[in-house]
């Protein structure tokens, strides 16, 4: 069965620290992989996704992820968090049939 | 241009009563997702409309839920007789069929049921 895990339920880290969010899948074929941000009172935003091709994938915001097949990942990853990454992140893997399968989310808080 | 809206923004209700929420997608998306939110979990799919195929509606929990899309635009998902359990943020999507597989998220419902 499809799933995706992310590990870490809540992480913190230093502003202008370097931060790395975790996502395993379990998915039968290669798989399209996402990584959403979530504010506060806000609809879900894509930051990237892959599909093929360069297992290193640039997004928004200076975010960037890897897929590593021979791990089932793909973690998400930024040089420097500023204060406004602050958010709820999630990792999603799709599609079989007409699904997309979220993981629960990682909450990142950033502290000054 | 505009991007996935949903109304209400909060709604709260009793038990028992019935709820309608509505979402509007982004214009010419063919495709369109509802998704439940509960606190400290992931995204639980619902149901998905394309264009004027059946829906998928494997993903309903129980048969309260129900959502149609008049259209192929507007959708309005209801959940009848609501049950504590409903108490979520209500999630909707549209996406552009082919448009590599890109799914666009409004702000949700937030739904309490007391």
């Known amino acids: 069965a499809q799933s995706v895990t992310q590990p870490d339920i809540h992480i913190t880290v230093s502003e202008g620290a370097s931060l790395e969010l975790r996502c395993n899948y379990s998915?039968?074929?290669?798989?399209?992989l996402f990584w959403y941000v979530q504010s506060p009172g806000q609809g879900l935003q894509l930051l990237l996704k892959?599909?093929?091709?360069?297992?290193l994938v640039q997004g928004i915001k200076g975010f960037e992820a890897e897929f590593k097949r021979s791990q089932s990942s793909f973690n998400l990853r930024k040089p420097s968090v500023h204060w406004s990454d602050a958010a709820e992140y999630f990792c999603?893997?799709?599609?079989?049939?007409?699904?997309?399968?979220f993981g629960t989310g990682t909450s990142l808080t950033v502290i000054p | 241009g505009a991007g996935v809206s949903q109304s209400p923004s909060n709604k709260v209700t009793e038990k028992g009563k019935d709820v309608e929420l509505r979402c509007d997608p982004i214009?010419?998306?063919?495709?369109l997702y509802w998704y439940r939110q509960s606190l400290g979990q992931g995204l639980e799919f619902l149901i998905y409309?394309?264009?004027?195929?059946?829906?998928?509606k494997s993903g309903l929990p129980s048969d309260r839920f129900s959502a149609e899309r008049t259209g192929g635009s507007v959708s309005t998902l209801t959940i009848q007789r609501t049950q504590q359990e409903d108490s979520a943020v209500y999630l909707c999507?549209?996406?552009?069929?082919?448009?590599?597989?890109?799914?666009?998220f409004g702000p949700g419902t937030r739904l309490l049921v007391l």
């Open positions: 998915y039968g074929a290669t798989p399209y």
């Open positions: 214009s010419g998306h063919t495709a």
């Open positions: 892959y599909f093929s091709g360069d297992t």
């Open positions: 409309f394309q264009g004027n195929s059946a829906p998928d």
């Open positions: 999603a893997v799709g599609r079989t049939g007409n699904q997309f399968y």
């Open positions: 999507a549209s996406e552009d069929w082919g448009g590599a597989e890109t799914q666009y």
